[in-house]
């Protein structure tokens, strides 16, 4: 088989394959939970686990509307008050401060080292972007001016837990 690009691991009939593959509704192409295989799943199995997870009030619960609002209202009041403390710093301010938060994404990572046929998924709640992503980097608050720091960070406790209540409640 013949290459077609150089440096091309693929041949251009492999990689067309590939993007037929990839653009299938009836199946999902997702990296296994363990172990570094790729995994080719029907969409209707990986559906169906997906909502058996989401399903459990255990763990889930739909809510009525997308907290995002309230809760960067919430943020903007701790940051502002924590700028003003000099608690923190103008650039953790802005660092801290995601303009425009994306709702979390939900997915599943197929547990193949479980089973092959039907396998249970590992969630995933991939926060990028979103209100709380910051709030994940410790080097945030590290060597924050003031004598304060303690009372911002009882405040900052908060608004982690606030910021991850929706990321536990997804759908």
Excluded: C
Excluded at 14 to 27: T, V
Excluded at 97 to 107: A, G, L, S
């Amino acid at each position: 088989v013949e290459l077609s690009v150089k440096n091309q691991n693929i041949s251009i009939l492999e990689r067309k394959a590939l993007s037929e593959l990839q653009n299938n509704p009836k199946i999902l192409i997702k990296p296994a939970d363990k172990g570094g295989a790729v995994v080719v799943q029907n969409t209707k199995d990986y559906l169906t686990e997906a909502y058996r997870q989401l399903g459990d009030s255990s763990f889930y619960r739909q809510l009525p509307h997308n907290p995002v609002e309230t809760f960067v209202e919430e943020r903007d009041s701790i940051l502002n008050r924590a700028l003003e403390k000099q608690w923190i710093t103008k650039k953790q301010f802005e660092f801290l401060k995601v303009e425009y938060p994306m709702t979390p994404v939900f997915y599943l990572l197929p547990k193949i080292h479980k089973r092959l046929v039907n396998p249970p998924g590992r969630p995933i709640v991939a926060s990028k972007n979103s209100l709380s992503e910051p709030l994940s980097d410790p080097q945030t608050f590290k060597n924050t001016p003031g004598n304060d720091q303690a009372r911002f960070e009882v405040n900052l406790k908060t608004l982690r837990r606030n910021a991850l209540f929706p990321l536990n409640k997804v759908l």
